[in-house]
């Protein structure tokens, strides 16, 4: 009898050396998964960087070939060369415009900030497609020269867009509205 209790004692301390090997490789693999978690939200964070980035200084470069032609519309008086110029000018503002890069910033920016365009929507259901990429530029803490290049529009119209959303939010200040947006 004691020899089986001595035998039991040592298989039940085996039994927790095992368990204790399988948890604190549990507690590995959890720590190893999070890492991994960690690396690829960092990564999709340095992707929305980047694409923000590269729409910004293709819009720059956009505007700084329409302020261009209308330097040349105004040098030149030829109507017909003025005519071709607006073509040109409407050509670059709809390409700043343009609702594909915006899709493709949403994703990038969903994986990043998951469920911010939800939260907000569920809080404040009166916001417009619009509204949702000044706060998401917001939520990233773009300028608003940073926000009116990527928008192709003037910081003023970004200014007056936030301010409109900020009364929309019923946030008193700008400061507030910034802060919320940055701590969703």
Avoid at 25 to 38: A, D, G, P, T, Y
Avoid at 77 to 92: G, M, R, T, V, Y
Wanted: positive net charge; aromatic residues 8%.
């Amino acid at each position: 009898m004691i020899a089986q209790q001595k035998e039991m004692i040592q298989q039940n301390e085996l039994l927790n050396e095992t368990r204790t090997a399988l948890s604190n490789s549990e507690i590995q693999h959890l720590e190893f998964k999070k890492n991994q978690v960690q690396l690829e939200l960092e990564l999709r964070s340095k992707q929305l960087t980047t694409h923000t980035l590269n729409i910004v200084q293709k819009n720059q470069f956009l505007l700084q070939l329409s302020q261009y032609l209308d330097e040349l519309v105004q040098k030149h008086d030829q109507p017909d060369l003025s005519a071709e110029i607006n073509k040109l000018k409407h050509q670059i503002q709809q390409n700043i415009r343009t609702d594909e890069k915006w899709k493709e910033f949403g994703l990038y920016f969903e994986q990043v900030h998951s469920n911010f365009y939800a939260k907000l929507k569920l809080s404040f259901p009166n916001l417009t497609a619009n509204d949702l990429k000044h706060c998401a530029l917001v939520k990233l803490n773009l300028s608003l020269e940073e926000s009116a290049a990527l928008m192709g529009v003037s910081a003023d119209s970004v200014r007056v867009s936030r301010y409109r959303i900020q009364k929309k939010m019923k946030l008193s200040s700008q400061a507030t509205f910034n802060r919320y947006l940055l701590q969703l």
